[in-house]
Every structure is written in structure tokens, then in C-alpha cells.
């Protein structure tokens, strides 16, 4: 489970060594290529050397709470050590440092770890940034589209009286993205069999879950699951009416939303929507008052575990005011 343990609260709050490093003698950075910037995970790791052995490391982060442990895991493990020393360190130290990572979250310890070697590569050659290598993916491009044949079945279906056509694209693209990943849709949206059979009634009343078997595919890895914490952060967000009433669809998006957040990656894509702004839609027609709470424009998965990790009394950030930041552009862009 994607949770944070509170071994990893305190490294991502350990923020001793991050921030920048003015006259560093090697620079190693990880996702802030062209046109990378502000749209992927990144890091930057400088080195400040006495002789060979790095007297000061400092990071600076873009991610989430396990990768901002892992920097700051690894950057202890650096500082103090001579390059050949620093050359050793690998993911299982840092995620050993971490006391584990889940393992969805192990790519996290590579990439500062990536960017960490980078530094040590730049420190021992032109002192020029040196850019690390990290798995290509194709971490833009819609996971589902129109052509997909679960989509184009469910939305071909016969509409019911009353459902939104946008609602109707969002719960396709959801159970589209899940069919592909296991034999059990519900579950990798986090809902139970009996609200799998509830929203298929509302959307797609001509569609049941038996239709939803042969677009399945058996689950290579076991499923994250979905953050606990989280899914009660979002069911606080609910709306009600007077008598108390809460939209059901609200509660499959606070459900899906928390678990689909369990995933590495952009979490439009994990939801297999069509563009990010798709995603800030939907929490604006049914989590009204979270679209509300996010008045600054925050990217949302990092706005969601920012709110989480401010509840436990930590803080993801390492900037305590997000005007004076210079990464402002990281965390706060156009969904779209």
C-alpha cells in the first residue's frame, strides 16, 4: 500500500540538504531536459568537493512525498564520501535507508539515484550539468482513446435518461484503463463489486460486468492499493444537500481517485483520460468543494498529497511560500 510509514514521513522532512548550491563542482539532474521541465518527475543533485570527497550534497525535488525521502536518504549517504565511495551507491541502499519502498514506488530511489550519479559524473569531468538517465515512457500521451474497443462499446451503448455524456466518457475511460490492467475493474478503480454493478447501471445500463470480461486482461503484477488516508481526505470532500444525501457518483470519484493515485505517473493518465483537463472537470462537476480548496491551480495529484502530509502535521514542500519559490512553474501549470 502506497501509504506513507512514518520512516518515510521523517526523510521527507528532513529538508537539511535540500534547496540549491551556489558554485557547485558537479551537477547531475534528472527530468529537467527540453521540454521536460514542470511535467515530469525531476531532480538535481550538486556536489560541493574538499579534495574528492563531497563536502556538501543538496537536491532539489519535483514529486512526490517518496521521492523526496529518497533524495534525502541518499543525499546523507553521499555527503562526507569520496566520489568513488558516492559511484556505489545504488536504489536498494536508499530504499534500505527508507526502511522499503512499496513496490510501485521503488522508481522512486532511481531516480535520485540516477540524478545522484550524474553529479558524481559531472564532478569528475567538465563541472558541467550532467543529465542522468532515466527509462524513456511515454508519460504524455493518453493511455485510452476513442478507438479503444471497451471504450467505444460502452459509449456506443444505448444512454439512459438523464446521464451526462461527459460523465458517461469519464466512467468509459476509467473502466477502460482498468479492464487493461486486470481481470477485476472494480477493484483497480477501488470500488466493490456492488458499486461496479451500480455505475454500469447508470451509464451503461445495457452493459454488465460478465460484458466487461473478455476486454480483461489478468494482472501481471498485484494491484497497488489505494491510500486509506487519502480516500478518507477525498470522502470529506463530499457533497451533500440538506437531508444529508451524498451523489453516489461523487463517492465512485472520490473512490477512483484515491486509488488511481496510487500509481506512478500523471494521474489523468492512470485514470485514462483523454487530457489532463478532463480530470479537473470531473472534480469541478462532482468533488465541487476539493476543486474549490485548489484555488491556486496546484497539479493534482501533488496538491492531493500535499493536503495529505500537511494533516500528519509534515510537509512535502521545501519552500514555506509558493509565490517567493522559483520551481512556482512545477507545481502550479495548466491542467491542459
Known amino acids: 500500500m502506497s501509504t506513507y510509514t512514518d520512516t518515510i514521513r521523517r526523510w521527507a522532512a528532513d529538508d537539511r540538504r535540500a534547496g540549491p548550491l551556489a558554485d557547485a563542482d ?10 521536460e521541465a514542470g511535467t515530469r518527475l525531476a531532480v538535481r543533485f550538486a556536489l560541493r568537493l574538499r579534495g574528492d570527497r563531497a563536502e556538501t550534497v ?4 519535483f514529486g512526490c512525498g517518496f521521492t523526496i525521502a529518497a533524495c534525502a536518504a541518499a543525499a546523507e ?24 519502498l512499496p513496490a510501485e514506488r521503488g522508481y522512486c530511489a532511481d531516480l535520485a539515484v540516477a540524478a545522484l550519479q550524474a ?26 482513446t476513442a478507438a479503444a474497443p471497451l471504450y467505444r462499446l460502452l459509449t456506443d451503448s444505448p444512454a439512459p435518461p438523464g446521464a451526462p455524456a461527459v460523465d458517461r466518457h469519464l466512467f468509459a475511460c476509467l473502466l477502460t484503463v482498468a479492464a487493461g490492467e ?8 477501488g470500488l466493490n463489486d456492488a458499486e461496479l454493478a451500480d455505475l454500469l447501471h447508470l451509464y451503461f445500463p445495457a452493459v454488465t460486468a460478465a460484458t466487461l470480461r473478455p476486454f480483461c486482461r489478468p494482472a501481471v503484477d ?27 457518483p461523487s463517492l465512485w470519484l472520490a473512490r477512483t481517485l484515491a486509488c488511481r493515485a496510487a500509481r506512478p505517473g500523471h494521474l489523468w493518465r492512470s485514470m485514462g483520460l483523454f487530457a489532463r483537463a478532463e480530470l479537473t472537470a470531473a472534480i469541478h462537476r462532482h468533488l ?26 509534515g510537509s512535502l514542500c521545501q519552500t514555506p511560500d509558493c509565490g517567493a519559490c522559483s520551481d512556482y512553474p512545477l507545481c502550479f501549470g495548466e491542467e491542459a
Open 26 to 35: 558537479g551537477t547531475g539532474e534528472v527530468g529537467l531536459g527540453a521540454g
Open 119 to 144: 553529479a558524481v559524473e559531472s564532478a569528475g569531468s567538465s563541472r558541467r550539468p550532467v543529465v542522468g538517465a532515466l527509462a524513456a515512457d511515454d508519460d504524455h500521451a493518453p493511455r485510452v
Open 58 to 61: 543538496r537536491y532539489q525535488v
Open 222 to 248: 498485484p494491484l497497488p492499493q489505494g491510500n486509506v488516508d487519502l480516500l478518507q481526505l477525498l470522502l470529506g470532500y463530499l457533497p451533500c444537500d440538506a437531508d444529508g444525501w451524498q451523489p453516489v
Open 182 to 189: 486486470t481481470d477485476d475493474p472494480g477493484a483497480a478503480l
Open 77 to 100: 549517504l553521499a555527503e562526507g564520501h569520496t566520489l568513488a565511495e558516492i559511484a556505489v551507491i545504488a536504489p536498494p541502499s536508499v530504499a534500505a535507508a527508507l526502511g522499503g
Open 288 to 313: 465541487p468543494a476539493l476543486a474549490a480548496a485548489n484555488s491556486r491551480g496546484m497539479r493534482w495529484k501533488r496538491f492531493l498529497f500535499k493536503q495529505l502530509c500537511e494533516q500528519a502535521g
